[in-house]
């Protein structure tokens, strides 16, 4: 456009159009000169011409003026529609151009402003869309906290309209609970969290961001303020800091919890001069139902049981979930002047009542018992950690005499809890320090006194202590699933005196190995197995697995397979310890068992107790009837021969037949055998001469 100074330059039509105006006027000039000045002296003729001429400029003039008239007219109402197009933000069509002169220019004009109005109109909207498409609402407000703009997330968190929101004060939003005096929105911005309310009433947490915007002019200036949901974070917030102090499973405080509430109690009970009981149970055989039914059912199981304990409780009673089935709960409040023993004894036995109640577990009735260990602070300890330990070491000695009990600490329980632990950890380097021996006990044929085979025993001779026996170290092994590297090695021993003893002309018949569930559950047990027996180069079928009715029982489809990979191998399999488990002889023809070994409880009184002869007598009759072998346990005296022989057992072991020997003179036994002599046949001879004197 031109300056304001600038001469504007105008277009060779409206050139033209100004030429045609001059030549009609001087026409016209020239015709009334012609006509009113000079009349008298030109003749008519250029007079008449001179009208003509003024009759065309005058009809020249208007047809233009009339053309000219409909052309601005069209032009005007163009602009006009423009003008209302553009003030309903339509700029897609462009302004029609093409018109000369001002009117041209005024076109044009137009079509710059439509084209600037078009641009700033999609900067707008792409603003607003992406305002619209934030997740986060966004709240623009003038300095006054006036809400003047919003996308619309804000509308839906808040539930207004933008027209409900517009002009409405951001702090009324607000609903955080801060302090008298303290502006909300101060507060706000500092913590970057605050609680909106919605138009429905709801309060809804939301992190909180504030920018300020600075402009020159006031009408944009102001703050933007972002929020966002933050629901579903508090929510996570309140499960972590749950799970962090509660059990998952049970709803009961967990470990850490049940300290520090443990602590401010002991702290309370110091200052006031009050007795507080610590009371720890542990589940009796609790790994049996794990192992039978799954960890699901054990899980359930535990559950219920935290249910009976709550409801069992004094009120105000605190327990606690420490460690899988180990439960603890503690009662303050006692006097320091009397014998708190007789309560607390009372509310044990209670709580030993309500575990041994029945079980419903897959509509079986499942049975299970508690040890407890009781201590008092500040008698017994005086912080969390001594007392917990103490109680603990009072738990396992009510377990150690059978379960189903509870027991006082005492110092001596602390001194038996600490050598266990030794023993645990010392048992770790027995088999690297080569203090783990076999001991063979031979297995004896009644019929003649001949050795058909022997039982391996593991003994642990640990230095400074002397031999620790089995009952004690096997229970270790396997909490510490030492027993896999033991079993391995016990395999690997026997294989090897078992070669050694047929390189040396003796026969050791079939050597029985015990088999714990944990070796069973092995995946690659069988295949061990196999390796083991390759590369000593000896038979399976020499070899005898024992395993327990508990093992037997415990998953028993899948115990089934396993049994029948072993026995198509070659290996014999027999049941351990026979009568004191809960197998029937339904359950024994799934398995394939060729040996029954009577447990040696019933066998010691056998001679004296008649319930016990009668169950020896079922077990050897029931063992004959399914074409089992009978290997009958603790046979030490000519008595308990005399009774095995009168009723066709087949095999016995035990002190009667010499204690469990070495590899060696177990050796020397069979090749006295193998020349003739049967080794323990004068013992026959005794009991035959033993029954003739008793008739």
Not at 392 to 398: I, L, N, P
Not at 557 to 565: C, F, G, P, S
Not at 639 to 660: S, V
Request: charged share 25%; proline share 4%; with cysteine.
């Amino acid at each position: 456009m031109p300056g304001p100074d600038q001469k504007r330059r105008l277009p060779r039509r409206q050139i033209l159009s100004r030429n045609a105006i001059t030549i009609a006027v001087v026409l016209g000039l020239c015709a009334w000169v012609a006509d009113v000045a000079f009349p008298p002296l030109l003749p008519d003729s250029i007079t008449t011409a001179a009208e003509l001429l003024t009759i065309v400029g005058m009809a020249l003039l208007a047809y233009w003026s009339w053309r000219e008239q409909r052309r601005m007219q069209a032009t005007i109402e163009e602009l006009i529609d423009a003008a209302e197009r553009l003030s309903r933000s339509e700029f897609s069509q462009p302004v029609a151009s093409g018109s000369t002169g001002y009117l041209g220019l005024l076109q044009r004009a137009f079509e710059r402003m439509r084209v600037a109005l078009h641009d700033t109109t999609y900067s707008r909207d792409y603003l607003h869309s992406v305002l619209n498409s934030m997740s986060d609402s966004v709240f623009v407000a003038a300095p006054d906290g006036a809400i003047r703009i919003v996308n619309d997330a804000a509308q839906r968190l808040t539930g207004y309209s933008a027209d409900e929101l517009s002009g409405m004060q951001i702090a009324s939003l607000l609903a955080a609970n801060v302090e008298e005096g303290v502006d909300p929105l101060v507060a706000a911005r500092e913590l970057g969290e605050t609680v909106l309310r919605t138009r429905a009433g709801q309060t809804i947490p939301v992190s909180f961001v504030v920018s300020t915007v600075t402009a020159p002019a006031e009408e944009f200036a102001g703050d933007i303020y972002v929020a966002r949901d933050i629901t579903e974070r508090k929510r996570a917030e309140r499960r972590i800091r749950y799970l962090a102090r509660y059990d998952a499973l049970t709803k009961i405080p967990n470990r850490m919890q049940f300290q520090h509430l443990l602590q401010q109690t002991i702290a309370r009970g110091l200052r006031s001069g009050q007795v507080v009981a610590l009371l720890y149970l542990d589940m009796d055989r609790f790994k049996e139902v794990n192992d039978t039914f799954g960890h699901g059912s054990g899980d359930r199981l535990l559950e219920v049981l935290a249910e009976r304990l709550t409801r069992t409780l004094p009120k105000g009673t605190v327990i606690g979930r420490l460690a899988g089935d180990e439960f603890a709960l503690f009662v303050d409040g006692l006097p320091s002047d009397a014998d708190n023993r007789g309560p607390i004894a009372h509310l044990a036995r209670s709580i030993l009542t309500e575990v041994a109640r029945a079980f419903q577990l897959h509509q079986h009735e499942v049975f299970l018992t508690a040890s407890i260990g009781v201590a008092f602070c500040p008698r017994d300890a005086e912080n969390v950690i001594d007392l917990i330990r103490n109680a603990d070491a009072a738990m396992y000695y009510s377990k150690q005499n059978g379960g189903n009990t509870f027991a006082f600490y005492s110092p001596e329980m602390n001194a038996a809890a600490v050598e266990r632990l030794m023993l645990k950890s010392k048992l770790r380097r027995a088999v690297e320090r080569d203090e783990l021996v076999i001991r063979y006990q031979p297995k004896i044929d009644l019929r003649n006194g001949r050795i058909i085979g022997a039982e391996a025993l593991l003994r642990w001779r640990l230095p400074g202590h002397g031999d620790i026996p089995p009952s004690i170290f096997i229970p270790l092994a396997e909490e510490s699933s030492l027993i896999l590297d033991i079993g391995e090695w016990v395999l690997n021993r026997v294989c090897m005196d078992y070669r050694n003893m047929q390189t040396e002309g003796a026969n050791p018949g079939r050597v029985s190995l015990n088999l714990s569930l944990k070796q069973l559950r092995q995946a690659s047990f069988i295949l061990r197995c196999r390796a083991v027996f390759r590369r000593h180069s000896v038979s399976p079928t020499s070899f005898e697995l024992e395993i327990t009715e508990t093992t037997l029982m415990a998953d028993a489809k899948r115990t089934v397979r396993l049994l029948d990979e072993l026995y198509a191998m070659g290996l014999h399999l027999s049941i351990d310890d026979f009568g004191t488990g809960y197998s029937s002889l339904s359950a024994l023809q799934q398995f394939p068992i060729g040996t029954l070994k009577i447990d040696q409880s019933f066998v010691r009184d056998v001679s004296e107790d008649a319930g016990d002869a009668t169950i020896v007598k079922t077990i050897i009759e029931m063992g004959r009837s399914l074409g089992m072998e009978v290997v009958a346990e603790g046979v030490e005296s000519l008595r308990h021969l005399d009774f095995l022989r009168r009723n066709a057992c087949h095999y016995a072991q035990g002190k009667l037949f010499g204690e469990p020997c070495t590899a060696e003179d177990l050796l020397a036994l069979l090749m006295r055998q193998a020349s003739g002599t049967a080794p323990f046949a004068h013992l026959l001879h005794h009991a035959d001469e033993l029954a003739s004197r008793s008739a």
